[in-house]
Nanobody, 119 residues
Framework: QVQLVESGGGLVQPGGSLRLSCAAS????????MGWYRQAPGNERELVAA???????HYADSVKGRSTISRDNAKNTVYLQMTSLKPEDTAVYYC?????????????WGKGTLVTVSS
């Protein structure tokens, strides 16, 4: 089993910055992909950013240019640094990981961390 634990959410003013963290633990041979999704009330869950092993990071158009995703492979942790935050960035942010263990590939979700952008 694998557990994804998010942290770093909270209240931030428009124009401010925030860094989210997600640490994976458990039965892991390789983390193929780690990323962040978000979901606001009444909306579909959407991909924000993702990074795969040996590949360039991907960003949604809505956050491109003001977000940076990075990985610390030694800690099995992914980070999302967001700047110039807007009220429309308000959502529950979910960590997502695709993990290989014993020749089986599975997808996992964290429980989410709330980001509120408001003055």
């Amino acid at each position: 089993q694998v557990q994804l634990v998010e942290s770093g959410g909270g209240l931030v003013q428009p124009g401010g910055s925030l860094r989210l963290s997600c640490a994976a633990s458990g039965s892991i041979f390789n983390i193929n992909v780690m990323g962040w999704y978000r979901q606001a009330p009444g909306n579909e869950r959407e991909l924000v950013a993702a990074i795969a092993s040996g590949a360039s990071p991907h960003y949604a158009d809505s956050v491109k240019g003001r977000s940076t995703i990075s990985r610390d492979n030694a800690k099995n942790t992914v980070y999302l640094q967001m700047t110039s935050l807007k009220p429309e960035d308000t959502a529950v942010y979910y960590c997502h990981a695709v993990i290989t263990y014993q020749n089986t590939v599975r997808a996992y979700w964290g429980k989410g961390t709330l980001v509120t952008v408001s003055s």
